[in-house]
């Protein structure tokens, strides 16, 4: 069974940091590049962050460009998203999901004050 659990998320002030973590079982993780989602509140689903499963190339998405760092441990089978600079336009909750495929599991909430 495929599972991909976010977590790491919390409340932080603007300018804040924090690191997403997303666990990966079921799959042989290295096969698959890695995504991570958001979706703020009334918002479309959007597109972060990409890392290839064959030389760890990274793709952002312009609004996060900068600003947060894609990775990934293929022995741990976890993807991380180091989040700094954060903006109140950053607070959405965040999945992670194998790349072409819809999220699985909950997310986890990011939430960024003014």
């Known amino acids: 069974d495929v599972q991909l659990q976010a977590s790491g998320g919390g409340l932080v002030q603007a300018g804040g940091s924090l690191r997403l973590s997303c666990a990966a079982s079921?799959?042989?993780?290295?096969?698959?590049?890695i995504a991570w989602f958001r979706q703020a509140p009334g918002k479309e689903r959007e597109g972060v962050s990409c890392?290839?499963?064959?030389?760890?190339?990274?793709i952002y998405a312009d609004s996060v460009k900068g600003r947060f760092t894609i990775s990934r441990d293929n022995v741990k089978n976890i993807l991380y998203l180091q989040m700094n600079s954060l903006k109140p336009d950053d607070t959405a909750v965040y999945f992670c999901?194998?790349?072409?495929?819809?999220?699985r599991g909950q997310g986890t909430l990011v939430t960024v004050s003014s």
């Open positions: 079921g799959f042989t993780f290295d096969d698959y590049s």
């Open positions: 999901a194998r790349f072409g495929e819809g999220p």
């Open positions: 890392i290839s499963s064959s030389d760890g190339s990274t």
